[in-house]
């Protein structure tokens, strides 16, 4: 059955502080990232990948960096999004952050768990 | 710069009792329905595209249906994801609900609001 209950799903830890439940396709994939290590003093490191990105702030809020652009304030209900190849960033503004990220392709080294 | 903030995005209103924000890439397209026509006393009509599909419930409750499964009971945090051609529907089980829908490629029929 293609759904995923949040409470009983497949539970990814890739990072302290971070917890990851994700559904994919063969082209798209979406990924729940629950943050619990917030607020951070500084952003992430850039990085990049060649998979475009959408994300739906679901819950807390962020500064989003991206190559070029002044850092920008998001809150529950915003979106982001990442051209392949752009370098970006996230800061967390608050203790606690649910970010919707959808990829396409797929994040194969997503599916490594 | 690639944001949305919820409050002040263009709003396309597909259907009385819903409205859709979305951002797009080159392949990937996320867009943000909001539901206000629920709840529903039957699904909408079974429909197919083929694009890939997955869905992130961002508030409310809804009855997913996808062709030869039974009906499951979605809510806040829970997600559904169609294959490409899949019959599929949902039905509002709350009078408002927030789903936040991911495609791969974009639907070119939402860039026509």
Request: hydrophobic residues 40%; contains cysteine; aromatic residues 8%.
């Given at each position: 059955?293609?759904?995923?209950?949040?409470?009983?799903?497949?539970?990814?830890?890739?990072?302290?502080?971070?917890?990851?439940?994700?559904?994919?396709?063969?082209?798209?994939?979406?990924?729940?990232?629950?943050?619990?290590?917030?607020?951070?003093?500084?952003?992430?490191?850039?990085?990049?990948?060649?998979?475009?990105?959408?994300?739906?702030?679901?819950?807390?809020?962020?500064?989003?960096?991206?190559?070029?652009?002044?850092?920008?304030?998001?809150?529950?209900g915003?979106?982001?999004?990442?051209?392949?190849?752009?370098?970006?960033?996230?800061?967390?503004l608050?203790?606690?952050?649910?970010?919707?990220?959808?990829?396409s392709?797929?994040?194969?080294?997503?599916?490594?768990?």
């Open positions: 059955m293609p759904v995923l209950h949040y409470g009983t799903a497949e539970v990814q830890k890739p990072a302290e502080g971070l917890e990851r439940r994700l559904v994919s396709l063969e082209k798209l994939m979406t990924a729940v990232l629950d943050f619990s290590n917030g607020p951070q003093a500084e952003p992430d490191p850039m990085h990049s990948h060649p998979h475009e990105q959408t994300c739906y702030i679901a819950a807390g809020e962020v500064l989003f960096f991206i190559e070029d652009e002044a850092p920008v304030h998001l809150k529950a915003d979106m982001f999004y990442v051209p392949s190849g752009k370098q970006h960033a996230i800061q967390l608050t203790q606690t952050a649910r970010l919707v990220d959808s990829f392709p797929v994040r194969e080294d997503f599916l490594i768990s």
